[in-house]
């Protein structure tokens, strides 16, 4: 094998191993893009759960006054959760 065939050789593969590193690379920042995309799924879920389970307490705690009963407190903490969920639909369009 001459000089020159060895250099060839040694190109071909060089060039082979860079576009299997390419290919590589290319891979991982797809991956990379969708693990991100997951995570903004996984934290917009987070956001929609507690607005939920707030609803859910306000649902709670309007039945848990009779009607007349002290209405004031009543719609002191309505507000109050109102403002929970206000900050968390804040928060899910950042």
Known sequence: MTHTDRLELIIRRTQW?????????AALVKA????QK?????E???LIIEDLN??????KLAHS????????????KINEYIREIDNSIALLND
């Open 17 to 25: 191993l860079f576009r299997q590193i390419a290919e590589r690379d």
């Open 32 to 35: 990379r893009e969708e693990a």
């Open 38 to 42: 997951l995570k903004l799924q996984v």
């Open 44 to 46: 917009s879920q987070e």
């Open 54 to 59: 707030n609803k859910i307490k306000i649902i």
């Open 65 to 76: 006054f009779k009607d007349g009963e002290d209405t004031a407190a009543l719609k002191r």
